[in-house]
């Protein structure tokens, strides 16, 4: 994505966009914590808002935004 460059929407975008929105959308999203360790936190922060996902074993446990 680069400006004055034209985005074109192709039938893998599509793919992958219908995937993200089925596994996002079907349970379960989350998953329980199993144990006090191997927790791993990534955030976006800007001056416009917070995201955060928060990990266990590469399974998401929670996320958010503000």
């Known amino acids: 994505m680069q400006k004055g460059v034209k985005y074109e ?3 893998e975008c599509e793919k992958g966009f ?3 929105k089925v596994k996002l959308t079907l ?3 989350l998953a329980m914590p199993s144990g006090p360790v191997g927790y791993v936190m990534y955030m976006d922060a800007s001056k416009i808002g917070l995201d ?3 990990m ?3 399974r998401v446990i929670a ?3 503000r």
């Open 9 to 11: 929407w192709t039938i």
């Open 27 to 29: 349970a379960p999203v």
């Open 52 to 54: 955060y996902v928060l």
């Open 18 to 20: 219908q995937e993200l």
């Open 56 to 58: 266990q074993y590469d």
């Open 63 to 65: 996320y958010g935004s």
